[in-house]
């Protein structure tokens, strides 16, 4: 597991958006943070700053040993390989089997291209059946992914995010599009893989209910500023 750390980090738009203002944080590594925000407050903007998908206006995002905000092109897709993604919508390719679905995580260095195309190691196999087990969907592997339900499919997400053996999991609002049953069900295997694969994980929600329930330290954002950082039990919605 590898530390997320940002010092000060600023992101303004070309258009002018200041969508995170100043904004100094640490997560341990092996820590499950939630951020907690309305729509708009900034929650993935700062995702994508820890990514490197956003350039930041001032300040620096540390990621493991990399300055991610100082790196471009083929270094920083380097450091991206270390980092889980699982977004709102899935992001799965509906028309390919649950299998090549998870492959396709491990293959995200070389380019998506060839987790399609190429051709698996045994190495690569078992990583990708492990990580299927773990969220529960080993049964499913030669499913069509568009077939699933969406809890589903975001699982398979999980599993393909864990093939990468990342180093840390980024999820933006990974239930916001899912009931209440379901997004609990998701939020569990979250609360798992950070505790068994000693996974940092940073999480987007927008209920702040989730974020009490399944995370210990909850961030709050409000118009990109930090409002509030502490125990997720003690939050109130004025924070
Ligand atoms: P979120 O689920 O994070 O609230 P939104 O629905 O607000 O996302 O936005 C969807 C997409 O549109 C995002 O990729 C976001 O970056 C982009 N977006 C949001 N606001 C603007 C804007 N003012 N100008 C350009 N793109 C925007
Ligand atoms: P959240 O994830 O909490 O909904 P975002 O990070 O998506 O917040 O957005 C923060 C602010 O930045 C919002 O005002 C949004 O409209 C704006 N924004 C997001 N993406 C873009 C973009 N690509 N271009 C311009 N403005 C954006």
């Known amino acids: 597991a590898w530390p997320i750390r940002l010092d000060g980090v600023s992101v303004t738009y070309p258009n002018g958006t ?3 203002r100043d904004v100094s944080l640490t997560i341990d590594a092996g820590e ?4 907690v925000g ?18 930041v206006t001032s300040g620096t995002v540390t990621v493991g040993p990399y300055t991610v905000s100082g790196l471009s092109g ?6 991206r390989g270390h980092i889980g993604m699982i977004f709102q919508g899935f992001n799965l390719a509906t028309r390919i089997d649950v299998y090549r679905n998870t492959l396709v995580g491990r293959f995200a260095q070389a380019g998506a291209l060839r987790g399609l195309l190429g051709v698996p190691t045994a190495h690569d196999r078992e990583v990708a059946l492990s990580a299927l087990h773990t969220v529960g969907m080993l049964d499913k592997v030669w499913t069509r992914a568009g077939s699933l339900s969406g809890g589903q499919q975001q699982r398979v997400a999980i599993a393909r995010a864990l ?10 609002e990974p239930v916001a599009s899912l009931d209440p049953p379901t997004a609990h069900a998701v939020m569990s295997e979250l609360e798992r893989i950070n505790t068994e694969r000693y996974l940092t ?3 987007n929600l927008h209920l702040m209910d989730l974020a009490r329930q399944y995370t210990r330290r909850m961030i ?18 004025a924070d």
Do not use: H
């Not at 093939?163 to 933006?172: G, K, T």
């Open 201 to 203: 994980v940073l999480v």
């Open 74 to 79: 083929r270094r920083l897709r380097q450091v």
């Open 220 to 237: 709050g954002l409000r118009a990109g500023e930090v409002v509030y950082d502490g125990p997720a039990a003690e939050a109130t919605e």
């Open 18 to 20: 200041a969508a995170l």
């Open 163 to 172: 093939s990468q053996e990342p180093s840390i999991m980024l999820a933006d």
């Open 38 to 55: 309305l729509s708009g407050s900034g929650k993935s903007t700062l995702i994508r700053a820890v990514n490197g998908l956003v350039p």
């Open 32 to 35: 499950m943070v939630s951020v």
